[in-house]
Nanobody
Framework: QVRLVESGGGLVQAGGSLRLSCAAS??????????MGWFRQAPGKEREFVAG????????YYEDSVKGRFTISRDNAKNTVYLQMNSLKPEDTGVYYC?????????????????WGQGTQVTVSS
């Protein structure tokens, strides 16, 4: 199991930017080549997949709703995955989670098939 801790959330106006970080630690940390993903959950809605990244960062995947605005990246030397969010919209509001529940196609796996962080709140005001 790997422990994940998200940070970087906050309140921002529409059109603004935020950079989320996900720090991994534990006996089987990111040095074990995990595929990683970012998910989000808006109030009253189900959790949805946002973006995924391969273990070495050379392949990424984005849901259409964030394509062209969000960028996922990783620094394995720092055991950290990032989500750069630009041109934020009110509909991007939610709790953002990082997870290892990502399959070989960089698509989400069932929640039980990975480790999850506690989440970080992102609020975009109009």
């Amino acid at each position: 199991q790997v422990r994940l801790v998200e940070s970087g959330g906050g309140l921002v106006q529409a059109g603004g930017s935020l950079r989320l970080s996900c720090a991994a630690s534990g006996r089987t940390g990111m040095s074990m080549m995990y595929r990683m993903g970012w998910f989000r959950q808006a109030p009253g809605k189900e959790r949805e997949f946002v973006a995924g990244i391969s273990w070495n960062g050379d392949i990424t995947y984005y849901e259409d709703s964030v394509k062209g605005r969000f960028t996922i990246s990783r620094d394995n030397a720092k055991n950290t995955v990032y989500l750069q969010m630009n041109s934020l919209k009110p509909e991007d509001t939610g709790v953002y989670y990082c997870s290892t529940a990502v399959d070989v196609r960089l698509r989400p796996r069932p929640p039980d098939f990975g480790s999850w962080g506690q989440g970080t709140q992102v609020t975009v005001s109009s």
